[in-house]
């Protein structure tokens, strides 16, 4: 059976066994008999058929870490995302413990902060972190549809948002990202839109809506910016990536419905790095697709093999030196790579 294309959630297994399509490469390879299908099987054994690689650009993908242990004795559970602010200090996002957990730059566990609940620090299902020059935090709150904000040591500063459709509520906000110009942008996933806030929390604008056509969303996930400012947001159930300026006017798209380079099956995270190269994490191929601005695919990181990298990869980031930190939530671990 085919994956199951119609679901509009963020949480989905993944599935390995996806359609053809004639004329492009796929990225999740297939068996076949004969000579070609043992050297294919030959080379998916190999230890490190997983690691991302593109003939075109030379692009290999090695692995730098992978964080799992929080304090002593417990470790992450389905986390949704890791950001490393200006002092190497990384943070993550504790999504089933309801919680943040700060490590340090070898990864080591430093504090966390909140616990399951509605009150001013507390969490409900938490989703994503973002933070800003200032190392300040910001933390899409996603089932309590609400974000809140803190120091850099985790004290509660303010909270913005709430349920509903209007200006300043949320339904399941989840994903956030602070561009150079000092605003919040936020995936509000069931209102179909980004929403896009100063510091503080006060509304500037939003963009988006639901729909098919340019410019519009369906259960949008993931945000990110490029050198020049553009917003890149993961138009999950539209199968493709939406480019707008940073005042949310609509400029191009790239991607479509597929399992082959450049396509998507179910797109969730996106991060850029400070080559401007675009990287989009899909759950239902369990990879991360490496593609430059115009969606031209340039190589990956995991994808089908005997070993799986990923169970169900979710959202995608990127350090000042260009790891990549990938959300690996049904592994219950971050885990970070160097692409050269």
């Known amino acids: 059976m085919g994956p199951d294309f119609s679901v509009p959630v963020a949480f989905l297994?993944?599935?390995?066994?996806?359609?053809?399509?004639?004329?492009?490469?796929?990225?999740?390879?297939?068996?076949?008999?004969?000579?070609?299908?043992?050297?294919?099987?030959?080379?998916m054994l190999w230890p490190f058929a997983a690691l991302a690689e593109s003939e075109e650009q030379n692009l290999v993908a090695t692995p730098a870490g992978t964080f799992k242990a929080a304090e002593e004795g417990k470790t992450l559970s389905r986390p949704g995302?890791?950001?490393?602010?200006?002092?190497?200090?990384?943070?993550?996002?504790?999504?089933?413990e309801d919680r943040i957990v700060i490590l340090d730059k070898q990864g080591n566990f430093s504090k966390s902060f909140g616990?399951?609940?509605r009150r001013d620090g507390q969490f409900k299902e938490p989703m994503a972190v973002a933070v800003d020059r200032?190392?300040?935090i910001y933390v899409a709150d996603t089932g309590n549809q609400r974000i809140e904000a803190f120091d850099p040591e985790g004290q509660f500063l303010f909270a913005f948002g709430k349920k509903g459709s209007g200006p300043e509520q949320f339904l399941r906000p989840i994903s956030l990202a602070v561009s150079k110009d000092n605003l919040l942008y936020v995936v509000?996933?069931?209102?179909?839109?980004?929403?896009?806030?100063?510091?503080?929390?006060?509304?500037?604008?939003?963009?988006?809506?639901?729909g098919t056509g340019e410019g519009q969303l369906q259960f949008p996930l993931g945000i990110a910016f490029d050198s020049e400012g553009y917003v890149y947001v993961v138009n999950t159930m539209n199968f493709r990536i939406e480019v707008f300026n940073p005042r949310g006017g609509f400029e191009y798209n790239f991607g479509e419905q597929g399992?082959?380079?450049?396509?998507f099956a179910r797109p969730k995270g996106i991060a850029i790095d400070g080559k401007d190269r675009v990287y989009v994490s899909d759950a239902l191929l369990?990879?991360?697709?490496?593609?430059?601005?115009?969606?031209?695919?340039?190589?990956k990181i995991g994808g089908e093999s005997e070993t799986p990298l990923f169970a169900q990869p979710f959202s995608v980031s990127v350090d000042r030196q260009g790891r990549v930190y990938?959300?690996?939530?049904?592994n219950d671990q971050i885990q970070v790579f160097t692409v050269k």
Not at 195 to 201: Q, R, S, T
Not at 259 to 263: A, C, K, L, R, S
Not at 326 to 330: F, S
């Open 13 to 43: 297994p993944g599935d390995s066994e996806m359609f053809n399509k004639p004329g492009r490469s796929k990225i999740v390879p297939k068996y076949w008999p004969g000579l070609s299908g043992l050297l294919l099987g030959f080379l």
């Open 115 to 117: 616990k399951k609940g």
């Open 134 to 136: 200032q190392n300040r």
């Open 326 to 330: 990938v959300a690996d939530r049904g």
């Open 188 to 210: 509000d996933v069931d209102n179909h839109r980004v929403a896009v806030y100063d510091l503080e929390g006060k509304l500037q604008f939003t963009f988006g809506g639901r």
């Open 81 to 96: 995302g890791a950001v490393v602010n200006s002092q190497g200090r990384i943070i993550v996002v504790d999504t089933n």
């Open 286 to 299: 369990n990879l991360v697709q490496i593609l430059d601005r115009d969606g031209n695919y340039l190589g």
């Open 259 to 263: 399992d082959t380079e450049g396509t």
